[in-house]
């Protein structure tokens, strides 16, 4: 098995939703806001080479969208999904399979191209994953998350007839396990990856950044937020306990972090890049 970073640039999202109820004087600490009271975020994503398959986890934002949908976000940066795989000798018809561990825009929005007038996966070659409770979540949506649940993100996935559901309680693979979390959308997806004798956690949303480590650093964007503060709870003990490694999405700087018990709590141990694990 061989992981490798994908990098797809930044956007932007108001700081004041990204933290909830934490006060600015204390969250630009760690990720300062522009004049606009918006902070940089990233869209890294994981690749994963295991056996004959070339799986991806996510796709980011993409760029079907007009300009004034941009225009909220003010997506930047030059690296882009093509281009990074591009640099590791892979294109994207390479890749056999997509992860994606929920159905967000930022997190989903390029597993979709637009061709004129036509909508039609991004990985030709691909069987797209996700789990029956989420999909049915984010096709009939709440009123609070229907913003981020685009249906041309969406439907053609179902449409092209490459949409795959993991079984209820099933992992990916033998090396490729699936957790889940329920508080910041239905059956969120967590990959838990086995890597050279250590355990990798795909965070997805449920650590945005090395900023939001504390459990009360909760989004405004989570639908259940005491949900998630249970869930984080549960899952840093975990973390801590088993030495995970945490691969984060949209930390600007830092790919990988660990954690560590303090006298304030969990909070961060180490953060380092996926190349530097041994």
Same mark, same amino acid.
């Given at each position: ?56 986890? *996510?796709?980011? =934002?993409?760029?079907?969208?007009? #300009?004034?949908?941009? !225009?909220?976000?003010? %997506?930047? @940066? +030059? ?17 056999? *399979?997509?992860? =994606?561990?929920?159905?967000?825009? #930022?997190?989903?929005? !390029?597993?979709?191209? %637009?061709? @004129? +007038? ?161």
């Amino acid at each position: 098995m061989k992981l490798y970073t994908i990098d797809t640039g930044f956007f932007k999202l108001d700081g004041g939703a990204m933290f909830g109820v934490v006060p600015k004087s204390i969250w630009q600490k760690t990720n300062p806001a522009d004049a606009r009271n918006l902070c940089t975020w990233a869209t890294r994503l994981l690749l994963i080479e295991y056996g004959n398959s070339l799986i991806l986890i *996510d796709t980011a =934002l993409g760029d079907k969208q007009d #300009d004034k949908f941009f !225009g909220h976000y003010f %997506r930047h @940066g +030059d690296a882009s999904i093509d281009s990074s795989l591009a640099k590791l000798g892979f294109h994207r018809d390479d890749i056999t *399979d997509v992860i =994606l561990t929920h159905l967000h825009f #930022d997190h989903c929005g !390029g597993a979709v191209v %637009r061709n @004129g +007038d036509r909508l039609s996966p991004a990985f030709n070659n691909a069987r797209f994953w996700s789990n029956e409770k989420h999909w049915n979540w984010a096709t009939n949506p709440n009123p609070r998350e229907k913003a981020s649940f685009l249906k041309e993100n969406i439907m053609p996935l179902q449409e092209s007839g490459q949409l795959n559901f993991v079984p209820d309680g099933q992992n990916f693979s033998e090396q490729i396990g699936l957790r889940y979390a329920y508080g910041h959308t239905e059956a969120m997806m967590l990959p838990q990856i086995e890597y050279k004798g250590k355990t990798i956690l795909y965070m997805a949303d449920l650590l945005p950044s090395v900023g939001h480590i504390p459990l009360p650093y909760v989004m405004s964007y989570d639908v259940r937020p005491l949900t998630t503060m249970e869930e984080r709870q549960h899952y840093w003990e975990e973390i801590v306990d088993k030495e995970y490694i945490l691969f984060l999405e949209h930390d600007p700087l830092h790919p990988c972090c660990t954690l560590q018990r303090t006298e304030k709590g969990i909070r961060l141990k180490d953060t380092f890049t996926l190349e530097d694990i041994g």
